[in-house]
């Protein structure tokens, strides 16, 4: 069922379409992310969320939708969803209320799902998010409304060659997620890329959802069409809504694809916004392309209604000012903390901030405790998180704490020891779990007294006259080899005093 052709191919409105290239077309993104709570237990009832228990082990008559089982909200939920709202800069609406969403799948054994229709617990708000466009300009993202509701189950099905069964697993069945809708004002797959990493990081700050999208946490649909300039007028193709994309690489990749789609498919037959409609298409990992699921079903389709179960639930405004109160800094606010007070190019607090919270509060108690946020940024920025990141682990797990790695860099700031020997301490106090001072006595650093220093700088001048010889031409960058051999000889040595003592002697 692929779409009809209403206009000839060889038909004048064709060949100006034909006319028309790709880079003149806007892209016009909405996103809408499901994103999993980061609660106990289910949105209705008190069966467990966790993950990666057996089968339908974590069910009731509540989520298994059973004749005459009462739901029950659950209040942690409602306070995630409105530190989620306030972090989004959301109205939070007093008066929330739910509905039947009315469905048919095999996974979601009640035949609705509770949502919420024309309430939402969190209305209007935006995200302004960093692009990597000419102007540098933040782009602001609105929001148009983020709703509570229940997670469906899960079907699984038989991948061996045998291919017989479908088996459902209900332990997700009645998980709470909020479903965030932003208006289409994205305009690039990049734009959509970091507007969700924003979100992401946003949400795992305030530790509302750990957003982890190997276990689905974190789910998103892109709607997708053109507008394209076409003479005097502008036209717009129809919408596409990519469904239940798990990475940012299929967000990236998807619409990229489904736009240059959208392009060729008008060229070839014209269909425009009122020939036809909302379609569903899925994303093929494998051939990074997108294919026809379905015809959107609009709302009515739904026959959405107030679900008599569950009454509205009212919001005090002294509850939102308590959970306001009790939100911490934003990575946007970090980031500008680390730009303005610790005076890091935005690119280098970036880096730091998208790492999370543990990392941010670890560079600020190494900055605070060396009094050098350049050197502390440098050394956090590159080794630790290479570290980290070639340990898997997490700053909470990395073995040198705040006061040792101040204590490390304050004697890299003394000069006592250079970047290299620096870096041959931290890594024995990974290796061994030691201290500096510990690492320092381990390799055998002592400081070189400057007899010492001059007699082997008087041995390599003697020993490498050729080099002098390039030195004293002009080539100033040849001393580097005479650093280099002094560290072998004495690893010691500071290439620093090396180096100034050289040139001294070369030039006396
Ligand atoms: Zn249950």
């Not at 694809?257 to 909302?278: M, S, V, Y």
Request: hydrophobic share 35%; net charge negative; aromatic share 4%.
């Amino acid at each position: 069922m692929e779409d009809t052709v209403l206009n000839p191919t060889s038909s004048p409105q064709s060949s100006n379409r034909r006319a028309v290239r790709f880079d003149d077309a806007q892209i016009i993104i909405g996103l809408e992310v499901h994103v999993q709570l980061d609660t106990d237990s289910k949105l209705f009832c008190g069966c467990s969320t966790r993950f990666g228990e057996a089968a339908n082990s974590q069910t009731c008559v509540v989520c298994t939708g059973m004749p005459g089982a009462l739901p029950v909200i659950n209040q942690r939920a409602l306070e995630l969803s409105i530190r989620a709202g306030l972090s989004l800069n959301c109205q939070i609406a007093r008066s929330t209320k739910w509905d039947r969403k009315n469905y048919f799948y095999p996974d979601l054994p009640k035949g609705y799902q509770i949502s919420q229709f024309d309430q939402p617990i969190c209305g209007p708000g935006h995200l302004d998010i960093e692009t990597s466009d000419a102007t540098g300009q933040a782009r602001r993202i609105r929001i148009e409304r983020a709703h509570l509701e229940e997670d469906a189950g899960k079907s699984i099905h038989d991948e061996s060659s045998r291919r017989q069964d479908s088996k459902i697993d209900l332990n997700r069945t009645g998980t709470p997620l909020l479903e965030i809708v932003t208006q289409p004002d994205i305009r690039t797959a990049a734009e959509a890329k970091a507007f969700l990493s924003e979100l992401k990081l946003i949400l795992n700050y305030i530790d509302v959802s750990d957003c982890n999208m190997q276990q689905g946490n974190l789910r998103c649909d892109a709607n997708v069409n053109l507008h394209i300039p076409l003479g005097d007028e502008q036209i717009a193709t129809p919408i596409v809504e990519i469904k239940n994309l798990n990475s940012f690489r299929a967000v990236e990749r998807s619409i990229t694809h489904e736009a240059q789609r959208q392009f060729e498919a008008w060229q070839e037959h014209g269909l425009t916004i009122a020939d036809a409609p909302k379609q569903t298409r899925g994303w093929n990992d494998h051939t990074q392309t997108t294919t026809l699921q379905r015809e959107k079903e609009d709302s009515a389709d739904y026959r959405y209604f107030p679900d008599p179960d569950l009454i509205a639930v009212k919001i005090e405004e002294s509850q939102i000012q308590e959970i306001e109160s009790q939100l911490e800094q934003l990575p946007a606010d970090l980031r500008k903390l680390l730009a303005e007070q610790y005076n890091l190019k935005s690119a280098d607090a970036s880096v730091i901030v998208s790492q999370g919270r543990g990392v941010v509060d670890y560079f600020l108690k190494v900055a605070d405790g060396c009094e050098d946020s350049k050197i502390a940024n440098n050394w956090i920025g590159q080794e630790v998180l290479r570290q980290l990141n070639e340990s898997n682990q997490t700053i909470e797990q990395y073995p040198v704490s705040p006061q040792q790695f101040t204590d490390l860099l304050k004697l890299v700031i003394a000069g006592t020891l250079d970047q290299t020997r620096g870096k041959e301490v931290l890594n024995a106090m990974v290796a061994d779990c030691i201290s500096p001072e510990e690492a320092v006595q381990q390799l055998g650093i002592k400081p070189v007294d400057n007899n010492e220093l001059v007699s082997l700088c008087e041995k390599l001048i003697d020993e490498n006259q050729d080099v002098v010889e390039q030195i004293q031409s002009g080539n100033g960058k040849a001393i580097g080899m005479l650093i280099g051999k002094a560290r072998k000889i004495n690893p010691n040595a500071n290439p620093g005093l090396v180096k100034a003592m050289l040139s001294k002697m070369i030039s006396a």
